[in-house]
């Protein structure tokens, strides 16, 4: 014979103290998954403005890693060194992948390096010796940039915010020894690099 709480079933304090058991699971376990769901978005996050970075840094090593001693003629016809920096921006003649025909070569041209409302951008001239109807093809590499600095090493022992030198050196085919690249960003703070310029007669 069944008993009278058999017959009964759940009383209502039984039911409102289940209901608020599995209430208090299921709100630890939403906590504990948008706690993983915005700390996996957070490291995506992360992990693309870490590649950004290392983009951005890797074009400015290539680039100067590839510099040439080649002058070039301005816009109205000026000799312009080839590399001309002060320490907040630095154009250069460099060695660079560009499109042809039969698909990619390797060619001279010109870039120029700048901070620009808190953005690393990259310019490349169309061709090596300017007219006054050539542009430049602008790239921005990196948001988030509080400075931009530049340092030109041209012996051990000494370092100028400025090239050419303003005295001492009339070559304009003369290229620094290295160059001292510091980025300072918002999130990750700074980021300095002393890049040997290639290899050239002295």
């Known amino acids: 014979m069944m008993s009278a709480r058999a017959q ?8 409102i103290v289940a209901v608020a058991v599995f209430a208090v699971v299921a709100a630890m376990a939403y906590s504990g998954l948008d706690l993983l769901l915005r700390s996996r978005s957070g490291l995506e996050q992360a992990s693309e403005r870490q590649r950004a970075i290392d983009l951005a840094v890797l074009n400015l090593e290539r680039d100067l890693r590839q510099a040439l001693p080649r002058p070039i003629r301005g816009a109205y016809g000026e000799v312009q060194s080839a590399m001309v920096g002060n320490a907040v921006a630095a154009e250069w003649t460099v060695l660079d992948l560009g499109s042809a025909r039969d698909g990619v070569r390797m060619e001279a ?48 022992r000494q370092r100028l915010d400025q ?37 050239q007669p002295r």
């Open 109 to 156: 041209t010109r870039v120029r390096y700048a901070l620009v409302d808190g953005a690393l951008w990259r310019a490349r001239d169309a061709v090596l010796d300017r007219s006054p109807r050539e542009s430049a093809r602008s790239r921005r590499l990196l948001e988030g940039v509080q400075r931009l600095s530049w340092r030109y090493v041209q012996s051990a």
């Open 163 to 199: 090239w050419p030198p303003r005295t001492g050196i009339s070559a304009p085919e003369r290229l620094p020894r290295a160059v001292e690249v510091t980025l300072v960003l918002e999130d990750r703070g700074e980021i300095s690099r002393l890049i040997e310029l290639p290899e």
């Open 8 to 15: 009964s079933g759940f009383t209502l304090l039984e039911l």
